[in-house]
């Protein structure tokens, strides 16, 4: 157990529909980064948020979105779905900007039809 | 563009044997990361090594880091049918928490 819990456990959406994930990080961690892994790859890095902020931001697209919030939680929202952004979706937290260690969450598992 | 390959890919061995999965990564980090995963599920982490030379061991698994090379190299000693998983190496390029991972070693230990 990591501490950093992540909601829904598997959801199926249908092509163009919106999503949106949720992650609580683990107590005393103010930074969440959000990975992307498609089955049989290794997870690809989506963006990172600090302080509110997005804190850098990997090859996506602006449909992908993020928040996050004063307790440090934060969502990922997936505009317009493409059958391509059927993933397991994880979530991780660090301190201080990172640059440390990464607690990752159990994971979402979208699918998009 | 910083890249990490790993290889093999797929390792499949028997119990008792000894093996290693190497990291190779294309620009100057001296912050890498093993991590274990097993189908389904989220990824667990195992070594953070920090620094050139660094080496870490934890049961069978012993992981050491080049930065100069810009290798890590995960060794497997006497495996046992409990290691059978997917194991992905990350590099942090910037410092900054944000993680390249390579395509992941699936282990698979025969009895």
């Known amino acids: 157990e990591t501490g950093v819990t992540q909601s829904p456990t598997h959801l199926i959406k249908t092509r163009g529909q919106q999503v949106t994930l949720r992650c609580s990080s683990q107590?005393?961690?103010?930074?969440v980064s959000w990975y992307q892994q498609a089955l049989g790859q290794g997870p690809q890095f989506i963006f990172q948020?600090?302080?509110?902020?997005?804190?850098g931001r990997g090859n996506f697209p602006p449909r992908f979105s993020g928040l996050q919030f004063p307790n440090y939680s934060s969502e990922l929202n997936v505009n317009a779905l493409e059958l391509d952004d059927s993933a397991l979706y994880l979530c991780?937290?660090?301190?201080?900007?990172?640059?440390?260690?990464?607690?990752f969450g159990e994971g979402s598992r979208l699918t998009v039809l | 563009e910083l890249k990490v390959e790993q290889n093999p890919l797929f390792l499949s061995m028997q119990e008792g044997k000894n093996y290693t999965i190497y990291c190779n990564y294309s620009t100057t980090s001296d912050r890498l990361y093993w991590y274990r995963q097993d189908p389904g599920k989220s990824l667990e982490s195992l070594f953070v090594l920090l620094s050139n030379g660094a080496v870490k061991q934890e049961g069978r698994l012993m992981a050491s880091l080049d930065t100069k090379a810009r290798l890590s190299t995960l060794h497997i000693t006497a495996a046992v049918h409990d290691l059978s998983a997917t194991y992905f190496c990350a590099v942090d390029g910037s410092n900054t928490g944000k993680l390249i991972f390579g395509q992941g070693t699936t282990l698979q230990v025969k009895p």
């Open positions: 948020y600090y302080r509110e902020e997005e804190n």
């Open positions: 107590s005393g961690h103010n930074t």
């Open positions: 991780a937290s660090s301190r201080t900007g990172g640059g440390g260690e990464l607690f």
